[in-house]
């Protein structure tokens, strides 16, 4: 398993916006590049559940609670992957974490997101 590390979480008003990163420094570029690549939440009391995925040729899939509203992107060179979240609602707070799907595999630590009503 292979340690993702995640930043941008935090405290955001309703509406408010924020950009969720996913560093891979322990995996190879190419790992990295033909890897597929998610973003998932879980709230307090609730079931881990994807948000966003990204493919190796750069499609993407989003949960139905937040397609229009976050976007997933990914950068193969500096194996970072993204996560806008724009018109945060208050059940989007949760734990938010990356993942990373391929020849190796592995989670980030997670990071908190608390949208305040």
């Known amino acids: 398993q292979v340690r993702l590390v995640e930043s941008g979480g935090g405290l955001v008003q309703s509406g408010g916006s924020l950009r969720l990163s996913c560093a891979a420094p322990?995996?190879?570029?190419?790992?990295?590049?033909?890897?597929?690549m998610g973003w998932y939440r879980q709230a307090p009391g609730k079931e881990r559940e994807l948000v966003a995925s990204?493919?190796?040729?750069?499609?993407?899939d989003y949960a139905d609670s937040v397609r229009g509203r976050f976007t997933i992107s990914r950068n193969g060179s500096r194996k970072i992957m993204w996560l806008q979240m724009n018109g945060l609602k208050p059940e989007d707070t949760a734990v938010y974490y990356c993942?990373?799907?391929?020849?190796?595999?592995?989670w980030g630590q997670g990071t908190q997101v608390t949208v305040a009503a």
């Open positions: 990204i493919n190796r040729d750069g499609t993407t």
């Open positions: 322990r995996l190879i570029t190419s790992t990295f590049i033909n890897s597929v």
């Open positions: 993942h990373c799907q391929g020849s190796e595999s592995g």
